[in-house]
């Protein structure tokens, strides 16, 4: 492993300043649990590594009261968000997706910016924060910007945060009245591994209980980048949800998505994981929302 300087800035435009100064030489490390096997292994070789561990505002957790707004710094571990009561209670496809990550050593440690801006097709923390429709703040050498977190991802390994930026935040805006979502981590086995797909589903009932008022279904694994299945979404918005409607939801996500054979699994098998996946974390969103009544 190439020796390097370790830089360990106190606020984001420290950092930004010292990725300035060392420019294409540097890189930016949060948890580290990516970033340490690349230097391992040779993939990246930099002359400086800024840490951005000791950057107290990346690390906030915090919902506003006043507006439902939650906000996740990028620096909070996924273990944080595991054992918080405030996620298993009202954010728990959040909570189904950070608790499938690694293993406790990784999600004591991997932090859920780490994972959003690795950008691979399996990161189990896109999910929630798409179907939440969460907005990343981004801060660089011009200042801040905002991002949709659907609108993050370019292609595998690529973000569209340009060099020296840094995400900052994410954050997840009020959730309407009798909301429920879901998420689950399909794989091979009962163990440490990653996702042969990942599905993500949110439904928002009107007043009568029934009626979607709001669906999000999130894919992982389904194509380059984790994705939306807008036509599916659109099949279940204003309808009774029942069973049946679940089902042709679950088709429709699985035509729309763009799986492929790998080593690790074949393209008809995801879709047919896309097809019942979808069928019940929609069941199993309409029985959180009708438990928390």
Known sequence: MKEFTYLTPATVEEAVSLYGQHSETAKYMAGGTDVIVKLKDGWMEPDYLISLKKIEELSELRKN????????????????????????????????????????????????????????????????????????????PSGERSVAVKDLFIEPYKTVLKPGEILKKITIPAQAPRTGSAYIKFGRRAAMELPLIGIGVLLSLKEDLQTCAKARIVLGVAGPTPMRAYEAEKLLAGQRITEDILRQAGETAADESKVRDSVRGSAWHRKEMIRVQVRRMGLKCMDIIKNNR
């Open 65 to 140: 009261e006043a507006t439902g707004d939650l906000t996740i710094g990028a620096t909070v571990t996924h273990a944080v968000l595991e054992k918080s009561i405030m996620i298993q209670k009202e954010y728990p496809i959040i909570y189904d997706a950070v608790s499938n990550i690694g293993s406790l050593q990784v999600r004591n440690v991997g932090t859920i910016g780490g994972n959003l801006i690795n950008a691979v097709p399996s990161a189990d923390g896109a999910i929630p924060m798409i179907a939440l429709d969460g907005v990343a703040l981004i801060q660089g």
